[in-house]
């Protein structure tokens, strides 16, 4: 037996690289879906942390408080408030 004749050996050879393109290829597309899916998530969870930033500047000048920073002042005030009413 003489092998395979080159025309079918060239096929193959093809065939091989061609599987290991689409293996390589195929780890790029999903590495990529991960880093987009991670990059969506931080998106959305700087949005969630920017409204709820606003809210709490809203809060502040709506209560007449000066923004520090530090929400010690407004728990301080909320609790006064509260304590008042009761």
Do not use: F, W
Not at 45 to 51: C, F, G, H, Q, S
Request: aromatic share 6%; net charge positive; glycine share 4%.
């Amino acid at each position: 037996m003489r092998g395979l004749p080159q025309k079918q050996n060239a096929r193959r050879a093809d065939k091989i690289k061609l599987c290991g393109h689409l293996r390589r290829y195929k780890k790029i597309v999903k590495k990529t879906y991960i880093i987009s899916d991670e990059l969506t998530y931080i998106s959305k969870i700087k949005a969630e942390r920017n409204t709820a930033q606003d809210t709490l500047k809203e809060i502040y000048s709506v209560l007449g408080l000066e923004e520090t920073g530090d929400t010690t002042e407004l728990l301080d005030y909320l609790k006064n408030h509260i304590d008042t009413k009761q």
